[in-house]
């Protein structure tokens, strides 16, 4: 199984500062054949289900906010929100889909500093 | 727009089997792009992929190992939903449980999820 394991477990930004979260894959996540990199991020509020916000490593979802953005390749990736929103509070949790199983990261939880 | 609707008892006994449905709105469950998943969210074990179902000129499907012994992931293609039922539960099994299609939202992970439902796994 592929493990991801994300970093920091928990970060406090400022309203309007940028915040960055981390993502590394035990194996590469980045196919060859198509040059793309398995791997999505996920927002997830309280009583909610995760929410995609970035697949392909780096194309948001449609309807995501443009402050979100997604990079790296092969094993190492970051999710950054370039101006921190009230509503930005969340756990954020990265998931590769190259193979299953399918595994995610044990989330970042962002809160307001 | 695909909708994912989930049913379900919120409490089961150990050792007995837990049943819960999905139901799809604005898709077909014998879809040839789309799959159908489970998805379970524990403090202890986070977000955990456990199976999923999917239709390519037949119908197939992939278990995660941790439950591969316990678990069906099957399609009812007259109701168009697809039904989870994992065997001889214990606490440990106690999670949020999510259904979730990948495909049908035109990306290539899981893009449309259930609303959840909570499983507690107690006598």
């Known amino acids: 199984d592929i493990v991801i394991t994300q970093s920091p477990d928990s970060l406090a930004v400022s309203l309007g500062e940028r915040a960055t979260i981390n993502c590394k894959s035990s194996q590469s996540v980045l196919y060859r054949s198509n040059n793309k990199n398995y791997l999505a991020w996920y927002q997830q509020k309280p009583g909610q289900p995760p929410k995609l916000l970035i697949y392909?490593?780096?194309t948001r979802e449609s309807g995501v906010p443009d402050r979100f953005s997604g990079s790296g390749s092969g094993t190492d990736f970051t999710l950054t929100i370039s101006s921190l929103q009230a509503e930005d509070v969340a756990v954020y949790y990265c998931q590769q889909y190259y193979s299953t199983p399918y595994t995610f990261g044990q989330g970042t939880k962002l809160e307001i500093k | 727009q695909v909708q994912l609707q989930q049913s379900g008892p919120g409490l089961v006994k150990p050792s007995q089997t837990l049943s819960l449905t999905c139901a799809i709105s604005?898709?077909?469950?014998?879809?040839?792009?789309?799959?159908w998943n489970w998805i379970r969210q524990s403090p202890s074990r986070g977000l955990e992929w456990l199976g999923r179902t999917y239709y390519r000129s037949k119908w197939y499907n992939d278990y995660a190992v941790s439950v591969k012994s316990r678990i069906n992931i099957n399609p009812d293609t007259s109701k168009n939903q697809v039904s989870l039922q994992l065997n001889s539960v214990t606490p440990e099994d106690t999670a949020v449980y999510y259904c979730?299609?990948?495909?049908?939202?035109?990306?290539?992970?899981?893009?449309?999820w259930g609303q959840g439902t909570t499983v507690t796994v107690s006598s």
């Open positions: 604005g898709d077909s469950v014998s879809s040839n792009i789309a799959a």
């Open positions: 392909w490593a780096s």
């Open positions: 979730a299609s990948v495909g049908s939202g035109n990306t290539p992970t899981m893009d449309v």
